[in-house]
């Protein structure tokens, strides 16, 4: 099966800087790559996803970047507000659609 | 279009009890995945139904269990609790084929006393 990493565990920045988390994985055969953020008491929500055909994705102040040799790809937000504080997860499907997920990661945006 | 539903959202049991948790996809989403949530474990893969058939199979016990009916509601078992089985329990849906988006319920909080 496949193995995601995930970094940093916890991260904390202050508002309006920018926030970076990384993932690698294991199976070369992966080729879609979403992240999910998880507020507190609820499920966990689709933000931004990216297919192995390309590198980068950007949506407003969220980007995701997708480095296929070395199997990793990173989530980028910039200019942080107070609302993007999370746990946000990275995830990546075996060739039978099963998916497994990073460990998250707690961000914290200081006002 | 409403979302992923859990019921009920709060449980709590105690050890040796069964437990069973259901999920109501979205509507037209075939494929039911289940997850087990906890703060040193994170997100755990239980299994995944489509077209009431288990398709993919996590590594639990035995004691959990699910099923899924022709209206692609899902419903989750577990039996004999365990002081270890208390935590979020998530189900997720999509329309069940390789790269499909999943949507997430909000989750059934279980604790076992």
């Known amino acids: 099966g496949e193995n995601v990493e995930q970094h940093p565990s916890t991260l904390s920045v202050q508002e309006g800087d920018s926030a970076v988390i990384k993932c690698t994985y294991s199976d070369s055969a992966s080729n879609y790559f979403p992240w999910y953020k998880q507020e507190l008491g609820k499920g966990p929500q689709l933000i931004i996803d990216i297919r192995s055909n390309v590198g980068e994705k950007k949506d407003q102040r969220i980007a995701v970047t997708l480095n296929k040799t070395a199997k990793h790809f990173s989530l980028h937000i910039t200019e942080t507000q107070p609302e993007d504080s999370a746990v946000y997860f990275c995830?990546?499907?075996?060739?039978?659609?099963?998916?497994?997920f990073g460990t998250g990661t707690s961000l914290t945006v200081i006002p | 279009k409403a979302g992923v539903t859990q019921t009920p959202r709060y449980l709590i049991k105690t050890r040796g009890q069964q437990v069973t948790l259901s999920c109501s996809p979205i509507s037209g989403h075939r494929s039911v995945s289940w997850y087990q949530q906890t703060p040193g474990q994170g997100l755990q893969f239980l299994f995944e139904y489509f077209s009431e058939t288990q398709r993919n199979k996590g590594n639990f016990p035995g004691r959990f269990s699910g099923r899924q009916f022709s209206n692609s509601r899902s419903e989750m078992n577990v039996s004999t609790l365990e002081l270890g089985d208390s935590a979020l329990y998530l189900c997720a849906s999509s329309l069940g084929e390789a790269k499909n988006i999943q949507y997430f319920g909000a989750g059934t909080r279980l604790s076992v006393l």
């Open positions: 995830a990546a499907p075996d060739t039978g659609n099963q998916f497994y």
